[in-house]
């Protein structure tokens, strides 16, 4: 896992203020849309603690996201500094429920057992009164603490937006560099040689899932924030799918690889909708490119004659 | 009066069972496809629930064009073997060694553009499809309760193809060469067997079975967008309980799972998905290959 170089980092820098300077000069539905984005990279950073880092590919991730959404519909929008701890709560006891599970299974079994899961979650919210409809509602927003005036939410969401993924990332910056982070890399790229070396596999796995399913729920929680609206989609695999896809554009090797490609992501489906009205097939054909010539994703253009650098996940039998 | 309410209970429950098992084998159909490609070949596809729509549609465009469904089941397993085939050569060819994660990003983009697809072609709306005449009728069950000849049809129908693949496989010179890519896809090249063939073969056969499976499922639901979906995931459950790479354990388990949604949604509708995935946690834990695949 590459963490971002000196350069680069100050590249994310800027690129972090340009978006804190937007309500300057930007436009609501540019903020709106940038917000999107945000949380989107939230749960593709999320996602890559499993797939760039520990080398899991998990399809329950949209479920963990969906959980910490409807937590905060659940509980009837109480304050945000009680919203926010038990929506990651929430995704994080459903990870450690689940994960045990998922992780007695390997490879092409862990996406399947993973993809059922998370098809569980979807069902539990679809199929009862718990999720309040299949069409998903309307909630009202957690307060923030402070009044917002309507005409300045965009920008006060932006900014929160902003702040959670910037902690989110520097805090997964530091973990990478931690004992656990190198444990954890040591499984993606041998798990054999872990297990040999006397380091407990399944319980480094374990972690590295109740972590990326806790910050999943914290996206989720964002997200409800920022839309003030769940639904059950909010938990289907599609979208699970996709923060596979945002990754692999960014580049599964980079840790800042999640962000890129979710900005590009949302970059791809927005212009999809406004320039063809059929998003779904641009976003087919993004999909079909990038898996079939974008093999280091757009964080991996300049590291290319770099050694060490890995270019898939290796779970091959 | 009370006699009448229990044979009532006891038709709608044979009625349910019956219904249980035909869902049962239809998800056969799909999922031994998509157990096969994976034990020989090593792909995962996520659009195998799409080849079933795929086959749907098919029928619905054969059916209403030709006035004859009869037409829409060779049309479907012929188109399937076809389409599957020059899948197989073009595109699911290179993903064979490629990760795990690039077969799911590559399925899931042939998801999408399957699915715009079938908007630009024939829309979004839903369809339905007439059973044929000669079997609307149905088949005295319990007293005056009947139990639909199609749906028997459908039930004969995919029992006699779940026999022509055991046959298939046990018993023929294609089949041994099947079974030793499943084990070993250079032991194939060294016993003489061309492998891309059998590969081609295989992943013709499982979306042919696919494209069937939704041909025959047409006339029984509407034909709608995103039919495939709740097929995908549960064929993906079917495979995971039977065992990798294993048809009988692909049959058995989907009888069981056929029933068990069939008869939740029936008598538990808020827990029938739930439910099943629940079993499937359920033999995760007890045999995490699978009931007949090998640890």
């Not at chain 1, 409807?70 to 919203?83: D, E, F, K």
């Not at chain 2, 729509?53 to 399937?80: C, E, K, N």
């Amino acid at each position: 896992m590459i963490v971002a170089s000196r350069p680069g980092q100050f590249m994310l820098g800027g690129a972090g203020l340009a978006i804190a300077s937007m309500p300057l000069w930007a436009s609501a539905w540019h903020m709106q849309l940038a917000s999107t984005a945000m949380v989107a990279a939230l749960f593709a950073l999320s996602l890559q603690v499993l797939v760039g880092a520990t080398g899991l590919v998990s399809l329950a991730q949209a479920g963990f996201f969906g959980l910490g959404a409807y937590t905060v519909h659940l509980l009837g929008s109480p304050p945000v500094w009680i919203t926010l701890p038990a929506a990651v709560l929430a995704a994080g006891v459903g990870a450690l429920l689940i994960g045990p599970l998922a992780l007695r299974t390997k490879g092409f079994f862990f996406l399947m057992t993973t993809l059922a899961f998370g098809q569980m979650l979807f069902f539990a919210f679809h199929d009862t009164p718990l999720g309040g409809g299949t069409d998903g509602l309307f909630i009202v927003r957690p307060p923030l603490g402070f009044p917002v005036p309507r005409a300045a939410r965009p920008a006060v969401f932006l900014l929160v937006n902003l702040g959670v993924l910037a902690i989110v990332y520097t805090g997964l910056c530091w973990l990478m560099g931690t004992m656990l982070g190198h444990a954890l890399q040591g499984i993606r790229s041998n798990e054999n040689r872990m297990a040999a070396l006397g380091h407990n596999v399944q319980r480094l796995k374990l972690i590295a899932f109740v972590l990326a399913g806790a910050l999943a729920g914290l996206a989720g929680h964002m997200s409800a924030l920022t839309d003030a609206f769940v639904s059950p989609e909010l938990l289907g695999w599609h979208r699970s799918a996709e923060a596979l896809l945002m990754i692999l554009l960014g580049g599964i090797g980079a840790l800042h690889g999640p962000i890129l490609g979710a900005f590009a992501l949302t970059a791809v489906q927005e212009g999809g909708t406004l320039l063809t009205g059929r998003p779904r097939l641009v976003e087919g054909v993004v999909f079909l490119a990038a898996v079939l010539f974008l093999r280091q994703g757009l964080a991996g253009w300049r590291l290319r004659a770099r050694k060490g650098v890995p270019t898939s996940i290796g779970d091959r039998r | 009066m009370l006699r009448l309410g229990i044979r009532t209970l006891l038709a709608s429950f044979i009625a349910q069972l019956l219904n249980g098992v035909q869902y049962g084998l239809l998800l056969f159909l799909i999922s031994s496809g998509l157990t096969l490609i994976f034990g020989v070949m090593g792909v995962i596809n996520l659009a195998h629930g799409s080849l079933f729509m795929i086959g749907a549609y098919l029928a619905f465009a054969v059916a209403s064009m030709t006035g004859s469904f009869w037409l829409a089941l060779p049309a479907a397993l012929l188109g399937g073997a076809l389409f599957g085939a020059v899948l197989e050569r073009v595109l699911f060819r290179r993903f064979r060694t490629r990760a795990h994660l690039d077969q799911v990003l590559l399925t899931f983009a042939l998801i999408l553009l399957f699915e715009e697809a079938r908007s630009a072609l024939v829309g979004n709306q839903f369809h339905s499809v007439p059973i044929p005449a000669v079997l609307d009728f149905s088949v005295p069950v319990v007293g005056d309760f009947g139990y639909s000849a199609y749906r028997l049809a459908v039930l004969g129908i995919c029992l006699l193809v779940a026999a022509g693949m055991v046959w298939l496989i046990e018993r023929t010179r294609i089949g041994s060469a099947i079974r030793a890519a499943a084990e070993n896809t250079e032991m194939l090249d060294l016993l003489g067997f061309d492998a891309g063939r059998v590969h081609t073969l295989v992943f013709a056969g499982g979306t042919a079975l696919a494209m069937l499976a939704g041909a025959l499922a047409a006339p029984l639901q509407s034909v709608y967008p995103g039919m495939g979906d709740g097929f995908l995931i549960l064929s993906f459950i079917v495979v995971v309980i039977g065992g990798l790479g294993s048809v009988a354990g692909a049959f058995w388990a989907a009888l069981l799972v056929g029933l068990i949604d069939t008869l939740g949604k029936a008598y538990l509708p808020q827990a029938a998905g739930i439910a099943v995935c629940g079993l499937m946690a359920a033999v995760l834990l007890w045999r995490p290959t699978g009931l007949f695949g090998r640890p």
